[in-house]
């Protein structure tokens, strides 16, 4: 069993960035591939940016509302993973989750039914 919590959400004017954490306890995270989702209010919930697993090269994958302005990385010594998100804007605001799977395949990591394991949200508001 894998728990997740996130961090670093906050209130950020349009254009700034802000960098989001995923840290794990229970099990190594590098073990893992770890997606963010985000949610906003009414809405589903949406594939942002994924990694895959440490053994399967750490691959990044991004949702194409947020390339080039996202990127997804991990810390193994931190067993976290973080989002980095730049030049936001107002769309951006959501809830942000991050998941986790062992066994999720490159073709499913963009969706939310496939990932086992999440975390409590953290909320990212971009001001106009």
């Known amino acids: 069993q894998v728990q997740l919590v996130e961090s670093g959400g906050g209130l950020v004017q349009a254009g700034g960035s802000l960098r989001l954490s995923c840290e794990a306890s229970?099990?190594?995270?590098?073990?893992?591939?770890v997606g963010w989702f985000r949610q906003a209010p009414g809405k589903e919930r949406t594939f942002v940016a994924a990694?895959?697993?440490?053994?399967?090269?750490?691959?990044?994958y991004y949702a194409d509302s947020v390339k080039g302005r996202f990127s997804i990385s991990r810390d193994n010594a931190k067993n976290t993973v973080y989002l980095q998100m730049s030049s936001l804007k107002p769309e951006d605001t959501a809830t942000y989750y991050c998941?986790?799977?062992?066994?999720?395949?490159?073709?499913?990591?963009?969706?939310?039914?496939?990932?086992?394991?999440w975390g409590q949200g953290t909320q990212v508001t971009v001001s106009s």
């Open positions: 229970g099990r190594t995270l590098s073990a893992y591939a």
């Open positions: 990694i895959k697993a440490r053994s399967r090269g750490n691959t990044a």
């Open positions: 998941a986790a799977d062992s066994t999720i395949i490159q073709s499913s990591m963009a969706r939310s039914d496939q990932y086992d394991y």
